[in-house]
């Protein structure tokens, strides 16, 4: 798996995951009607704490799959050959996104970003319409969300099966 | 699964042809991760003509003997 294809993986669990947690505080703390519910404070956390999730997901990731494939050892693995056995010194893979990865990441993006922008209509309309806050927040922060996780989906997919 | 590209490759034949190189080393000289070159070789990816270019150098053989295309069935 390439470092940019881990850090697709990490950017999909966490944005899940800390949406997941958001949502279980909120119906914990639901309040009667739910739109009295104070939501600020778990949203603004919940975004500061993806945002370091996502950094120190990463980091400890990268030290997993360097420690996993044994970076900078000379591994000395013989390689057949017609003229002989000769050693192959393992390389890591580079820390940067090649052409291929910059492909799948254009792809996601331009798949996805209509999620982001009929979430962005939605509140529009939304406000037009006099909603309460806590509606329009929470439909702009689940627009985030889901595109997030359907562009991090749709990266996954193709790095898979192809571009 | 289903290929997203037509394009097939002597990749793997070529690498095993000047002294078994190894997908690492073929990335190293590409520039490119070795996943992409597997990508490559395994008919997911369809690189851009530059780095076909450059494939084809890394061999020493022009475009046509590490890339093939099908001919369309009339």
Known sequence: MSYEERGTWVYLVVSAGVYAVYV??????AADPITATAYQVPLLWSIGVAIVAAIVVRIVVEIGAGVARGVGDEVGREVGS?????VERRVADPFRADARDREIDRLGTLRTWMVLVAAAL???????AEWPHFWIANVIYL????????????????YRRGL | MVKPTRVTNRIRALRFEHD???????????????????????????????????IARVFGVGLDDVFQYPQEES
């Not at chain 1, 279980?24 to 703390?29: F, G, H, I, K, N």
């Not at chain 2, 078994?20 to 996943?35: F, H, I």
């Open chain 1, 143 to 158: 627009g985030f969300v889901a595109q997030a996780i359907s562009s991090a989906t749709v990266k996954l997919v193709a």
């Open chain 1, 24 to 29: 279980t505080v909120m119906l914990a703390r």
């Open chain 1, 82 to 86: 017609r003229t002989g056995a000769r």
């Open chain 2, 20 to 54: 078994e190189l190894t997908q690492a080393q073929l990335a190293d000289a590409l520039g490119v991760t070795r996943q992409t070159v597997i990508a490559i070789e395994q008919g997911r990816y369809s690189p851009s003509l530059e780095m076909a270019f450059q």
């Open chain 1, 122 to 128: 939605v509140a529009l309309v939304m406000a037009l």
